[in-house]
């Protein structure tokens, strides 16, 4: 099935430690996200990159890092900066077509982290 | 800077009514509007994408529509049914990349 794959479910973070998201995706899609969502509040941009060896800043970078040394793999890296890191983070991938920008994103299903 | 509005933040209806989620957004130069849903504690599943040239998608039961000139979308639910109930989030594209500002979203429970 083709998809986006994001794991673990569910991460325990203790303090002063990094902890790192896996996401994968078979859609053979160029463009790669990473969002960020707590209680109340809408999707944050955290990350982004829209082809290999190459990503951008988003709204909220700071305590965060990413690589994209694969097409199909974009792994979030929550670091001991990140002060308030408890949150439901979301992978998120889509085509990039020579019209721009008119296609669709599509999301996995999550990492919920907590800081313990 | 493009901000993005739901109203209602949550919704409760019986079951078998028709109703509509509305979606507003500050800068009308967008390229596209896309509807999700999110059942809790999962990620978003993609219901709805209208292009700036649309004004209409439809799915089954769902329909959204695209006002750009208002700034406005709506999704419309007919006949809807426990299985609806979710938080519905509506999302454009950021500028010239596909990096979506969301609004808050609705809450809907449906009532058997």
């Known amino acids: 099935d083709g998809g986006i794959t994001q794991s673990p479910k569910y991460l325990f973070r203790k303090e002063g430690q990094n902890v790192t998201l896996s996401c994968e995706q078979n859609?053979?899609?160029?463009?790669m996200y990473w969002y960020r969502q707590d209680p109340g509040q809408g999707l944050r941009l955290i990350y982004y990159s829209q082809i290999v060896n190459d990503f951008q800043k988003g709204d909220i970078a700071e305590g965060y890092s990413v690589s994209r040394e694969k097409k199909e793999s974009f792994p979030l890296t929550v670091t001991s900066a990140q002060k308030n890191p408890t949150a439901f983070y979301l992978c998120a991938s889509s085509p990039i077509t020579g019209r721009g920008v008119d296609t669709e994103a599509f999301f996995g299903q999550g990492t919920r982290l907590t800081v313990v | 800077k493009q901000e993005v509005t739901q109203i209602p933040a949550a919704l409760s209806v019986p079951e078998g009514e028709n109703l509509v989620l509305n979606c507003s957004f500050t800068d009308s130069a967008i390229y596209n509007l896309q509807w999700f849903r999110q059942d809790p504690g999962k990620g978003l599943t993609s219901l709805l994408l209208i292009q700036s040239s649309q004004r209409e998608q439809t799915s089954g039961r769902l329909n959204a529509s695209l006002d750009k000139s208002s700034g406005r979308s709506t999704l419309y639910i007919a006949a809807s049914q426990p299985g609806d109930s979710a938080t519905y989030l509506c999302a454009v594209p950021g500028g010239a990349t596909n990096k979506l500002i969301f609004g808050t979203g609705t809450l809907l429970a449906v009532q058997p």
């Open positions: 859609l053979n899609h160029d463009a």
